[in-house]
């Protein structure tokens, strides 16, 4: 496993503060390289994603530690970005939501339990499920995704070793290989930075094919505050030309920028 082998690095108690950190960034250079290797093996989650959540599917993350972590964080970022519901892309981590702030001892080791958390969902074959674990032996998440394929839902995951466990339970895995951690074992560091773009590219590449964005804009992102609702007006104001007044004016009455868009008239 080559997230659990030696460091390339040793004496880190020794180091200079100047050193420790050159160090992690040269080792977090390479983890772009890894993930650019296995973009064939994205595609062709996203490709299969798509198609489901088009027919009303949902897109399911399941992960313990800092893979579930990182799985809640990017769902919990799709509704205010695009405008989604707040149940179409779901993060689940071992140990329910508070062990988002805490560990929960154990939790991840319950191969039953990442089902019976998904349960209150009502899933069904159009939902997809992604696992999500550095290590890829995660009880939690293998267990998980054996009984989502067994309902006939789409699997994937996400794991930085390769031939792993989750990776065999999941139809479309994918497997970004990024080697030693600087701090040996620490997945939370290359494994974790490799997951998060991951799930970006997946999260951001299925939205714009859902026609979430429009030209290069978060269209259909919530106005939850300040800066967003200037985000907003400078957007129509850009898009059909108006000054800023107008462009509030819309938003106000049509609640987010691709409606505003849509429903002016000259």
């Not at 992690?24 to 390289?33: A, F, G």
Request: net charge negative; glycine share 10%; hydrophobic share 40%.
């Amino acid at each position: 496993m080559t997230t659990e082998t030696s460091s390339h690095y040793d004496h880190l108690e020794q180091m200079s503060v100047h050193d420790l950190l050159t160090n992690i960034n040269r080792e977090d250079q390479t983890v772009p390289l890894a993930v650019a290797a296995v973009i064939p093996q994205i595609e062709a989650l996203v490709e299969q994603i798509v198609p489901r959540m088009a027919q009303g599917g949902r897109l399911f993350y399941i992960g313990a530690g800092t893979s579930g972590r990182l799985g809640v964080v990017d769902a919990s970022e799709c509704p205010p970005t695009y405008g989604v519901p707040h149940d179409l892309v779901v993060g689940l981590i071992a140990g329910g939501d508070g062990a988002i702030r805490k560990a929960v001892e154990f939790a991840e080791d319950d191969a039953e339990q990442a089902w019976k958390d998904m349960a209150s969902y009502e899933p069904t074959p159009a939902d997809t499920v992604i696992g999500i674990a550095a290590s890829g032996r995660t009880p939690y998440v293998i267990g998980g995704l054996q009984q989502a394929q067994v309902a006939g839902l789409l699997t994937g995951c996400i794991v930085c070793n390769a031939g792993s466990a989750v990776a065999q339970a999941a139809a479309y895995p994918v497997e970004v290989v990024v080697g030693p951690e600087f701090v040996t074992g620490s997945t939370r560091m290359k494994s974790g930075t490799a997951q998060k773009l991951v799930l970006n590219m997946v999260s951001t590449a299925v939205m714009i094919r859902l026609g979430r964005v429009k030209g290069n804009k978060m269209v259909d992102m919530q106005l939850s505050n300040v800066k967003l609702q200037d985000r907003a007006a400078k957007m129509v104001m850009s898009e059909i030309g108006v000054d800023r007044e107008t462009a509030e004016q819309l938003l106000a009455q049509y609640g987010n920028v691709r409606n505003a868009i849509d429903n002016y008239t000259h």
